[in-house]
């Protein structure tokens, strides 16, 4: 293995620790980066959606599981707040 | 939370509100945070809508939740249109476009700045001035006071 491929490989591995330090120290700890990386990431999105941009609809479920409407129901006479999140 | 709840007391007589429960953020069958066992909120991801639609009257009855709610399909339709998850939210005017978009959550989900855009257009709410807010006024001769 000549000189310049032991430096090389030596330089990544230092940069690759020092990332993943960086990033546990960030997110708190190393099972909080995998968290992220394998459960997060992949679901963050920022979306199309732009000020101005036509709301769009999707079919909502009712609390008692069985009976639906629609989000763009209710739009139109007022202003709508959406607040979207879950439980955990 | 809790500042959803205060902007939807302060208003619901001017504008709508639609609560959109989506897949979970911390599960323990993904990335459980620590303070999900503290809380005791702990659920996996749901797999069914039957399951879904528990957690979200599970959430509704633990705090009393007094928001308009609906639950995303288990086809995630909604949180993929708003690009929502883990949490976001969105303004949306009479004629049916986006007025508001908010950031992602956690770090860029801002309540405050939904309020700004109520409060803009229906006029800001008083309320009673919270514990930090008391706290004596700096007497006039500080720096700050006499900086002008």
């Avoid at chain 1, 990033?23 to 997060?40: D, E, K, Q, T």
């Avoid at chain 2, 945070?33 to 809380?39: G, I, L, P």
Wanted: glycine content about 8%.
């Amino acid at each position: 293995m000549s000189r310049t491929w032991k430096w090389l490989a030596g330089t990544l591995g230092v940069l690759l620790v020092a990332a993943i330090g960086i990033l546990s120290y960030v997110a708190g700890s190393p099972r909080n980066v995998y968290g992220l990386v394998r459960y997060a990431l992949p679901h963050m999105h920022r979306g199309t959606l732009k000020a101005g941009s036509d709301a769009p609809d999707a079919q909502l479920i009712a609390l008692d599981g069985t009976s639906h409407f629609h989000l763009r129901e209710r739009t139109g006479t007022r202003p709508l707040v959406l607040v979207f999140g879950s439980f955990t | 939370m809790g500042d959803v709840v205060r902007i939807y007391n302060d208003y619901k007589n001017q504008a709508d509100f639609l609560t959109v429960y989506v897949r979970e953020a911390h599960p323990t069958d993904e990335w459980q945070m620590k303070s999900n066992v503290k809380d005791d909120v702990c659920y996996a991801q749901p797999k069914t809508l039957e399951q879904r639609v528990a957690i979200a009257n599970d959430f509704i009855k633990r705090f009393q939740y007094p928001l308009p709610f609906g639950v995303d399909d288990m086809n995630n339709a909604a949180n993929d249109a708003y690009a929502a998850w883990p949490e976001r939210i969105y303004i949306i005017d009479e004629s049916g476009h986006v007025a508001y978009r908010g950031g992602l959550g956690p770090f860029q989900y801002h309540p405050e700045q939904a309020r700004a855009w109520l409060a803009a257009r229906y006029g800001a709410v008083k309320h009673e001035a919270s514990p930090a807010a008391i706290s004596p006024p700096p007497a006039a001769s500080t720096p700050a006071a006499t900086a002008m």
